[in-house]
C-alpha cells in the first residue's frame, strides 16, 4: 500500500538528519554567525571609544628673549558637552549591531530550515512515486496476463504498459528533485556529503504557533530602530558642537635673569566663531536624523504588512495541509485500492484504475506540497519573531 510506504519513509533511520542537527551544523559551520558576532564587539568597543576625555597637548618652545623657556599644557573639555550624546549614539550602534546580529541567525536558520524541508519533501515524493511505479508495474503484468488469457483486449494490455513506462518517468524526475534539494541542503549547511532529511513533513501542522506578534521584535525594525536613535543622538552631538567650550591652560616660564626661578602660567582658550558656526554639519546631522526617522517609519509599516502576509499564510496553509492529510490522501488511497482490486477481478476495464492511479499520484504530491507550503510559511514566521530554533 502506498499509504504504508509513505509512513515508513516519515520514520527516521539511524544514518539520517533531523532538522535540529541542520540547525546545529549551520551554526557551528557557517562564518556568517562569526562576522556578526565581530561587529558586536566592535560595536561595544566603539561605546568605550564614544564620548571619551580628549588627551591634553603638551608644548614646549625656547626663544631669545626672555623667559626663554616655555612649557604648557592644554586640556580641551569641549568632549564634556558631546559626551553623553555621543555615547547614546553608540549605544544605538551596539543595539544596531545586535540586532544585525539577529537578524543574520535568523536568516540563516529561515535558509536552512526551507531547504531541509525541501529535501525532505523531494525525497518523501520520490519514495511515493516509487511506490507507485512498483503498482503500476505489478498493474502491467496482470493486464499482460489477462490478455493472454484473453480477458481483455491489446489496447488495455499496452494502456498498462504505458502507464508503467510514464510512472518510470515521474519517478526519474522526483529523483533528480530529491538530489538537486539535497545538495542545496549540503551549501547551505556548508558540508560535502550529508546524510537524507529525516522527520515528518507535517511536523507543528496539529500545534501552529501563536502568531500575536510584537513589531518590535522583528530584527529588521530592531536594525531601523536603532539606526534612527544613533542618527538623533549624533543630531544632537553636532548641535552641542557649535557651543564655544573653552580649554584649560596651565603651565610654566623659566630661564629669565630678572625673574629667578619658575613662574607658573594658567589659563583659557575659547574657539571663535568668527569664519563659520558649524551649521553645516548640524544640518547635514539634522537631515540624516530627520532621514532614518522616516525610513522607521516605512519600515514598521513593510513589518506590519509582512505579519499579515505571513499569519495569512500560516493559518491558510495549515489548513488545506491538514484537508489534504487527513482527507484527500485516505480518499484517493481507498479509491485506488478498490480500483486495483475491481480489475484484478475482472469487474473493470483498465481506464478507472489508470484513472484513479493518477488521482492518487495527484493527490498524494499535492498534499506534500501542501505540508511544505505550512513548513515555508513557518519558517518566515520564525524568521519575523527573531526565533533562531
Same mark, same amino acid.
Given at each position: 500500500?502506498?499509504?504504508?510506504?509513505?509512513?515508513?519513509?516519515?520514520l527516521?533511520?539511524?544514518?539520517?538528519?533531523?532538522?535540529?542537527?541542520?540547525?546545529?551544523?549551520a551554526?557551528?559551520?557557517r562564518?556568517?554567525?562569526?562576522?556578526?558576532?565581530?561587529?558586536?564587539?566592535?560595536?561595544?568597543?566603539?561605546?568605550?571609544?564614544?564620548g571619551?576625555?580628549?588627551?591634553?597637548?603638551?608644548?614646549?618652545?625656547?626663544?631669545?628673549?626672555?623667559?626663554?623657556?616655555?612649557?604648557?599644557?592644554?586640556?580641551?573639555?569641549?568632549?564634556? @558637552?558631546?559626551?553623553?550624546?555621543?555615547?547614546?549614539?553608540?549605544?544605538?550602534? @551596539?543595539?544596531?549591531?545586535?540586532?544585525?546580529?539577529?537578524?543574520?541567525?535568523?536568516?540563516?536558520?529561515r535558509?536552512v530550515?526551507?531547504?531541509?524541508?525541501?529535501?525532505?519533501?523531494?525525497?518523501?515524493?520520490?519514495?511515493?512515486?516509487? =511506490?507507485?511505479?512498483?503498482?503500476?508495474?505489478?498493474l $502491467?503484468?496482470?493486464?499482460?496476463?489477462?490478455?493472454?488469457?484473453?480477458?481483455?483486449?491489446?489496447?488495455?494490455?499496452?494502456?498498462?504498459?504505458?502507464?508503467a *513506462?510514464?510512472?518510470?518517468? /515521474?519517478?526519474?524526475s522526483?529523483?533528480?528533485?530529491?538530489?538537486?534539494?539535497?545538495?542545496?541542503?549540503?551549501?547551505?549547511?556548508?558540508?560535502?556529503? #550529508?546524510?537524507?532529511?529525516a522527520?515528518?513533513?507535517?511536523?507543528?501542522?496539529?500545534?501552529?504557533?501563536?502568531? /500575536?506578534?510584537?513589531?518590535?521584535?522583528?530584527?529588521? #525594525?530592531?536594525?531601523a530602530?536603532a539606526?534612527?536613535?544613533?542618527?538623533?543622538?549624533?543630531?544632537?552631538?553636532?548641535?552641542?558642537?557649535?557651543?564655544?567650550?573653552?580649554?584649560?591652560?596651565?603651565?610654566?616660564?623659566? =630661564?629669565?635673569?630678572?625673574?629667578?626661578?619658575?613662574?607658573?602660567?594658567?589659563?583659557?582658550?575659547?574657539?571663535?566663531?568668527?569664519?563659520?558656526?558649524?551649521?553645516?554639519?548640524?544640518?547635514?546631522?539634522?537631515?540624516?536624523?530627520?532621514?532614518?526617522?522616516?525610513? /522607521?517609519?516605512? /519600515?514598521?509599516?513593510e513589518?506590519?504588512?509582512q505579519?499579515?502576509?505571513?499569519?495569512?499564510?500560516?493559518?491558510?496553509?495549515?489548513?488545506?495541509a491538514?484537508?489534504?492529510?487527513?482527507?484527500?490522501?485516505?480518499?484517493? $488511497?481507498?479509491l485506488?485500492?478498490?480500483?486495483?482490486?475491481?480489475?484484478?477481478?475482472?469487474?473493470?476495464?483498465?481506464?478507472p484504475?489508470?484513472?484513479?492511479?493518477r488521482?492518487?499520484?495527484?493527490?498524494?504530491?499535492?498534499?506534500?506540497?501542501?505540508?511544505? *507550503?505550512?513548513?515555508?510559511?513557518?519558517?518566515?514566521?520564525?524568521?519575523?519573531?527573531?526565533?533562531?530554533?
Open positions: 500500500m502506498l499509504s504504508v510506504v509513505v509512513a515508513l519513509a516519515l527516521q533511520g539511524p544514518d539520517s538528519l533531523t532538522l535540529a542537527d541542520a540547525l546545529a551544523r551554526r557551528a559551520s562564518p556568517r554567525l562569526a562576522a556578526a558576532a565581530a561587529q558586536v564587539t566592535e560595536a561595544r568597543a566603539a561605546l568605550r571609544t564614544a571619551a576625555v580628549t588627551n591634553p597637548i603638551a608644548t614646549y618652545s625656547h626663544s631669545e628673549s626672555t623667559p626663554r623657556e616655555h612649557f604648557s599644557v592644554e586640556q580641551p573639555l569641549d568632549w564634556l @558637552i558631546r559626551r553623553g550624546a555621543d555615547r547614546a549614539a553608540a549605544r544605538a550602534g @551596539i543595539n544596531r549591531a545586535l540586532a544585525d546580529s539577529s537578524q543574520s541567525a535568523v536568516e540563516l536558520m535558509a530550515r526551507l531547504a531541509f524541508f525541501r529535501a525532505r519533501a523531494a525525497l518523501l515524493s520520490e519514495t511515493l512515486v516509487e =511506490a507507485q511505479t512498483v503498482e503500476a508495474d505489478s $502491467a503484468r496482470i493486464a499482460e496476463a489477462r490478455y493472454r488469457a484473453g480477458d481483455v483486449s491489446l489496447l488495455e494490455q499496452e494502456q498498462a504498459a504505458q502507464e *513506462a510514464r510512472a518510470r518517468q /515521474t519517478a526519474s522526483a529523483r533528480e528533485a530529491a538530489r538537486v534539494t539535497a545538495s542545496d541542503l549540503e551549501r547551505e549547511l556548508g558540508a560535502a556529503s #550529508l546524510p537524507p532529511a522527520g515528518p513533513l507535517d511536523a507543528g501542522l496539529d500545534q501552529p504557533p501563536d502568531t /500575536t506578534l510584537a513589531l518590535d521584535r522583528v530584527p529588521a #525594525l530592531r536594525v530602530l539606526d534612527s536613535a544613533a542618527a538623533a543622538a549624533l543630531a544632537r552631538s553636532a548641535a552641542r558642537a557649535r557651543i564655544p567650550f573653552p580649554a584649560v591652560q596651565g603651565g610654566a616660564e623659566w =630661564a629669565d635673569p630678572t625673574e629667578p626661578g619658575t613662574l607658573a602660567t594658567f589659563g583659557l582658550s575659547v574657539p571663535l566663531p568668527i569664519w563659520q558656526h558649524g551649521q553645516g554639519p548640524v544640518a547635514e546631522a539634522q537631515a540624516r536624523a530627520l532621514a532614518a526617522a522616516a525610513l /522607521t517609519r516605512e /519600515t514598521r509599516l513589518t506590519e504588512r505579519v499579515r502576509e505571513v499569519r495569512i499564510r500560516l493559518e491558510e496553509s495549515a489548513k488545506r491538514r484537508i489534504a492529510r487527513d482527507s484527500l490522501l485516505p480518499a484517493a $488511497a481507498v485506488r485500492a478498490r480500483a486495483f482490486r475491481a480489475y484484478q477481478s475482472g469487474e473493470t476495464g483498465i481506464v484504475v489508470l484513472d484513479a492511479f488521482a492518487e499520484r495527484e493527490v498524494a504530491l499535492g498534499a506534500l506540497q501542501d505540508e511544505l *507550503a505550512y513548513q515555508e510559511a513557518l519558517a518566515d514566521w520564525h524568521a519575523l519573531t527573531g526565533a533562531t530554533e
